[in-house]
Nanobody
Framework: QVQLVESGGGLVQAGGSLRLSCVVI????????VGWFRQSSGKEREFVAA????????FYSDSVKGRFSISRDKTKDTVYLQMNSLKPEDTAVYYC????????????????WGQGIQVTVNS
């Protein structure tokens, strides 16, 4: 059984920063690609960022490229999403997800999902 625990969300003013963490517990496979997705009220869940198994390749949506950075600490089974220059439109519930195949930018590339964590950016 794989469990993902997100932390680091909260309320921030526009232009501020937050760092989300995703701890992977009980994994039975290693290494694994990890993605971050988000869902705003009334909208479908969308891709934000992903990192491949080794951490050598990262992928970003156009809306966050240059502002967000994904990284991983293999020794801690933790993946981070550093979010800078936050905008009100970044307000959403953020989810981390673990895949078992190639690193993807769509939800169907990921098999395990966290519960989600709220990020609210005030203007």
């Amino acid at each position: 059984q794989v469990q993902l625990v997100e932390s680091g969300g909260g309320l921030v003013q526009a232009g501020g920063s937050l760092r989300l963490s995703c701890v992977v517990i009980g994994r039975t496979f290693s290494p694994y690609p990890v993605g971050w997705f988000r869902q705003s009220s009334g909208k479908e869940r969308e891709f934000v960022a992903a990192i491949n198994r080794s951490g050598s390749n990262t992928f970003y949506s156009d809306s966050v490229k240059g502002r967000f950075s994904i990284s991983r600490d293999k020794t801690k089974d933790t993946v981070y999403l550093q979010m800078n220059s936050l905008k009100p439109e970044d307000t959403a519930v953020y989810y981390c997800a673990v895949g078992t195949g190639v690193t993807g930018t769509t939800q169907n590339a990921y098999s395990y999902w966290g519960q989600g964590i709220q990020v609210t950016v005030n203007s």
